[in-house]
């Protein structure tokens, strides 16, 4: 496994934000965008915060997306909006459209925003929490280039689609649950890949429906559509991988259908002649006041109460312990503060190629 080096938080926020203005972004949009993804990192889901980051250099000099953004309301009413993000920062799109949500539902009860050609935004789960965090439910999901092989084939047609809900609760942190409806989805192979591990049997197939376990090669064959994400659930209906094909399904007409956008293979961010074009993506949103049906206290104890009961359930033999969704992620953000963001060897190149490119001084001690 590569040496593993542990970077402050502070310098990992600073740099990636320092990276995304050297591309062109402006600075108050560069500092959502290293937010969201310094909030991955310490959140535990590597695949998602500074690992990520690259991924978006690549895009915007590749000219697939943006660094102005230019947010639009196309339609709207009391408590929906239409927004076409037009290709920029999705991290920036997606802030701005929870927030109008939460705008919206804090006057009616209720605000849904629903948006079409975004960007990649993140974790899925940061907008949700953003409700949480003023005293609201929020529910966030948006499509992705196609990655997920329906139940009975092995064609990559859906995309991973993440659900993400989160809700206050009395306990020290939200609940909130953020997950892909595949079993994994392409960010943590990448970590595999640099960290030069290989992933479980079970997570990806190729064209013939065999297991693939090497994570380079299953990157170059997604990219090839010569392998698909299997669904929550897995192959076939025995573990009933039905369930994720079909909430990865919902995820695309929430996204795509009640945008009015593109789905599926229209989001492999190619044009007709080949040629690379911005991928288009679909997001939705919805924000939920509490105080419009009970009083935030009541349903702060009543969901702090379902959280506890579940912690505090039979255990299974040998398990110390039973979690409930966003418990880790809380205890792994307090070590994360204390110890700093992990960064294995091939991940110190990528942010030594940026820096240098870019040339953003200051970073030479860190990497």
């Not at 849904?112 to 940061?126: E, K």
């Not at 997604?222 to 299997?230: E, N, Q, S």
């Not at 995820?251 to 492999?268: P, Q, T």
């Amino acid at each position: 496994m590569a040496e593993l080096v542990y970077l402050p938080v502070d310098v990992v926020e600073r740099f990636m934000a320092d990276v995304f203005c050297g591309l062109g972004v402006p600075e108050e949009e560069a500092r959502i965008c290293a937010t969201v993804l310094i909030t991955s990192d310490l959140r535990g889901i590597e695949s998602h915060g500074v690992g990520r980051l690259k991924y978006y250099y690549d895009r915007i000099r590749a000219g697939v997306q943006f660094t102005q953004t230019r947010i639009e309301v196309v339609r709207e009413s009391e408590t929906t909006a239409l927004v076409d993000g037009h290709h920029g920062m999705g991290h920036v799109i997606a802030t701005y459209s929870m927030r109008l949500a939460m705008r919206k539902a804090r006057q009616y009860g209720l605000g849904a925003v629903t948006v079409r050609n975004g960007t990649h935004f993140g974790i899925a789960g940061y907008y949700p929490l953003m409700a949480a965090a003023e005293g609201m439910v929020g529910f966030t999901v948006t499509n992705a280039r196609p990655a997920i092989a329906p139940t009975f084939s092995t064609e990559p047609m859906l995309g991973t689609n993440p659900i993400a809900f989160a809700a206050p609760s009395d306990m020290p942190f939200p609940f909130c649950l953020d997950g892909a409806t595949s079993i994994t989805q392409r960010g943590k192979i990448e970590v595999a890949a640099r960290a030069g591990k290989p992933v479980p049997e079970g997570w990806v197939i190729d064209a013939e429906g065999n297991p693939l376990t090497d994570p380079e090669r299953i990157l170059e064959d997604l990219g090839a559509a010569t392998a698909a994400l299997l669904p929550l659930g897995g192959a076939g209906e025995e573990l009933a991988g039905y369930k994720g094909y079909g909430l990865a399904v919902m995820v695309e007409i929430l996204s795509a259908a009640l945008s009015g956008g593109v789905f599926m293979k229209d989001l492999l961010g190619f044009a007709d002649d080949g040629s690379r074009r911005p991928y288009m993506l679909g997001h939705f949103f919805l924000a939920i006041d509490i105080e419009h049906f009970v009083p935030l206290d009541v349903f702060r104890r009543i969901t702090g109460q379902i959280m506890r009961e579940l912690q505090n359930g039979r255990r299974a033999p040998g398990q110390e312990r039973i979690y409930v969704a966003g418990e880790k992620e809380y205890e792994r953000e307090k070590v994360v503060r204390e110890r700093g963001v992990p960064v294995n060897q091939n991940l110190r190149r990528e942010l030594q190629v940026m820096r240098d490119e870019l040339s953003i001084p200051g970073y030479e001690a860190y990497f």
